[in-house]
C-alpha cells in the first residue's frame, strides 16, 4: 500500500490493541474500493483517553474504532452521540464531523447481522446472557428490541445484571429480564431450552480453557449458544454447546459485520456479500484459520489458532 499527502487515516483507540484483526477489515476494504486510506491501531493509556480523541480530530483522522477498555470513556469528548450508541451507552465508532467526532455503536447492529446471517432467531425465544458487562448490556437491548420472549442475566457480580434486567423491564413496561448468579441456574425451569450468549471475557486467549459454567447440565437446557469471543475461534462455551446438542456460533463475524458498518460510515461506501466474504476470509487467514464461507449457516470448525 502507497502512501502520500492525500493518505487518510482510520485508527482503533484501545489498551491493549496489538493482536487486534481490525486493520485487515479496513485495509481490505479500503484495497478493495481502491480508496486512499489506511487503518492503524493506536495504544493509549487510561489517562490520555481525552487528548487521544482531539488529537486524532486535530490530526485530521477520517475516523476511529474504539475498544476495550475506552467504549463509555470516549463518549464526554465527542461532538456529538448516535441515538443507539446514547442508549447503549457505548461507543465503538468515531466519525469526522465539523468540529469533532461523532459517536456511534456497531456492535450492536454487527451482532444483530451476524446472528441473521448464521439463521439465529430472536423474536419469541427464551434467551440467557452470560455477563453482565457493556457489551452484555447491548446484547440484552438487542434481545429485548428483536422481541426475545424472556431475558436471564447470569454474572458473577449479581447487582449488575439486576440492574441490567431492571433497566429492560423499565423500558418494556413489564418483567421481560431477570438476573441470576451463575451458580443458580439449576432453578432455571427444567423443560425450556434456551439461546444463549456468552458475553464475559473467559475463554478468550490466552486463557481459553475458562468458562463461565462448566456443568454440562447448564449445557443441555441450550438449543444455540452464541459467543462474542473471536479469539480463540472455538471456545470452552462451545464446545460444551455442541458436546451437549445445541449449535454454537463464534464471534468473528460480528467483529466483521461492526467493522463493515463502521468503514460504510467513514467512506459512504455499501459493502456487498462478495466482499463481505472476501474480508472475512482475509480475516480467517490472518487468525491462521482455514477460510469458510461468510454464508455458511454451520458453525465454524476452523482449528490452527495462531494469537
Ligand atoms: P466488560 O464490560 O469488561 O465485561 C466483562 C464481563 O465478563 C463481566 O460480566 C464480568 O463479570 C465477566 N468476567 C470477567 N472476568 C470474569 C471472571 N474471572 N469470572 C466471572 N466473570 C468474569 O467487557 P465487554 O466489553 O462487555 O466485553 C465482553 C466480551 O465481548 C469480551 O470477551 C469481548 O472480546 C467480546 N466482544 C466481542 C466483539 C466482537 O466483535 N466479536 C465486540 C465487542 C466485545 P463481573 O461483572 O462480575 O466483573
Known sequence: MKTDGYTRICGLIGNPVEHTVSPVIHNTLADAFALN???VPFRVEQ????????????????GCNVTVPYKSRVMPYLKEIDPLAERIGAVNTLVRIPGGFKGYNTDMPGLYRAMCEDGVEIAGKKALVLGAGGVARAVALLLW?????SITLLNRTLEKAERIAGEINGLAGRPVADAMEPGAFASLPADVEYLAVQATNLGMFP???????????????????YELIFNPSRTKFMKLVEENGGRA??????????GIIAF?????????????AEVYAEMQKAMGLKPQ???????????????
Not at 464461507?293 to 494469537?307: C, D, I, R, S, Y
Open 37 to 39: 486510506l489506511v487503518y
Open 47 to 62: 489517562e490520555r483517553v481525552e487528548e487521544a480523541v482531539r488529537g486524532a480530530y486535530a490530526l485530521n483522522l477520517l
Open 145 to 149: 428490541e428483536k422481541g426475545a420472549e
Open 207 to 225: 486463557d481459553t480453557e475458562g468458562a463461565l459454567i462448566e456443568d454440562p447440565a447448564f449445557y443441555r437446557r441450550i438449543h444455540t449458544g
Open 249 to 258: 456460533f463464534g464471534g468473528l463475524k460480528m467483529l466483521l459485520y461492526q
Open 264 to 276: 460504510e460510515l467513514w467512506t459512504g461506501k455499501k459493502i456487498d456479500a462478495a466482499l463481505a
Open 293 to 307: 464461507g461468510v454464508m455458511a449457516l454451520e458453525p465454524q470448525k476452523a482449528m490452527g489458532l495462531e494469537p
